[in-house]
């Protein structure tokens, strides 16, 4: 059963950084891309980054672009979203989701059937 967990959120004050795991067990697939999504309270939920297992390939919201990196470890399956320069706007509750299918277009949640149960992310000072 493909199962998908996100780990390392927490309380960073603004300017810090904290890094996200997502852990991928039971996946099918030879190549996929693992999707970083946020949602707050009342607001859409929207993709930030997301990483293709194949190739290592990134993709990037704007708002978070030189700020978040996004890389795989394939041997360990295992993605990762280092988050530096921290924003009160970056609080949210942060999802991994899988898409086994096409790339593009990379950040819509309609192309992610498998979705993490969430990280609480708060910047704060």
């Known amino acids: 059963q493909l199962q998908l967990v996100e780990s390392g959120g927490g309380l960073v004050q603004p300017g810090g950084s904290l890094r996200l795991s997502c852990a991928a067990s039971?996946?099918?697939?030879?190549?996929?891309?693992i999707g970083w999504f946020r949602q707050v309270p009342g607001k859409e939920r929207e993709g930030v980054a997301c990483?293709?297992?194949?190739?290592?390939?990134?993709y990037y919201a704007d708002s978070v672009k030189g700020r978040f990196t996004t890389s795989r470890d394939n041997a360990r399956n295992m993605v990762y979203l280092q988050m530096n320069n921290l924003k009160d706007e970056d609080t949210a509750v942060y999802y991994c989701?899988?898409?086994?299918?096409?790339?593009?277009?990379?950040?819509?949640?309609?192309?992610?059937?498998?979705w993490g149960q969430g990280t609480q992310v708060t910047v704060s000072s």
């Open positions: 989701a899988l898409n086994s299918g096409s790339w593009w277009p990379p950040l819509s949640k309609s192309q992610y059937r498998y």
């Open positions: 990483v293709s297992t194949r190739d290592g390939t990134t």
């Open positions: 039971g996946v099918p697939f030879n190549y996929y891309s």
